[in-house]
């Protein structure tokens, strides 16, 4: 199938949804391939291919050699009565980052999308996730509505989770909105909350000092967010590893 409405793609791949047999069974090995061998929430061919049939989008981004580099899978339901758009997942290769793959999938999507009439998105990410949060927060402009704690569970189904738990950021896109429109800017009284350079690295070193990460944003985020500070961006450390977030108090926004 050809590419819908989607943006210039990434030099040497293609964005199409996924059709066949192969295209599936690759999908399922890349979510082993990112999350881990023994990824228990892996998504099997048959619900991949039942979410294409009620509005969900599968989309995968595709190598010259066919090679599945990246891929994006969402449902579409209802949330206080109105369709909307949730992002499940989206993973890309470990030698294909930082070539701008995920946020061609992700406005793939979003186009799909806004062809069936629906406008919002939502998904989850990790905040120790620095290449996720400046992508989610700065170059798509989406919003944060909420820090949830061990969103998941505890995380033992995940090899990258495990140890850490699956606290996330669940953030809203708005589809028909550029990525800068509203976004503050940062004043004095702004707080920032600083991520490590490589959670994972870490993790692979010292369990202990991931744990303690994981901690101490958790209370940073939950209290800033309970006295109704807002996240209006990210910025990224050194040569793009971790960074802090930019959090804004009410009324500055």
Known sequence: MP?????????????????????????????????????????????????????????????????????????????????????????????????GIGRTLKRFQRDRLLELGVTTMYWTFDPLVARNANLNLNELGAVVEEYVVDFYGPGEHSPVDRGIGTDRLIVRWDLRRDATAGRGSRRADSVRIEIPA????????????ARQWRHTTRRAFTYYLSLGYRVIGFERGPGGQGGCYLLEPPGRC
């Open 198 to 209: 490589d959670i994972q690295d870490l993790k692979s070193r010292s369990i202990d000092q």
């Open 3 to 99: 590419v819908v409405n989607a943006p210039p793609a990434p030099p040497t791949v293609t964005i199409r949804l996924l059709e066949t047999t192969e295209d599936y069974a690759a999908c399922v090995e890349l979510q082993e391939a990112t999350w881990g061998v023994g990824f228990t929430d892996r998504v099997p061919p048959s619900l991949l291919m039942a979410a294409r049939e009620v509005g969900g989008v599968v989309a995968g981004a595709f190598e010259r050699s066919g090679r599945l580099a990246g891929f994006v899978l969402g449902f579409t339901g209802l949330r206080d009565g109105r369709p909307v758009h949730w992002s499940h997942m989206l993973a890309v290769r470990a030698d294909c980052r930082d070539r």
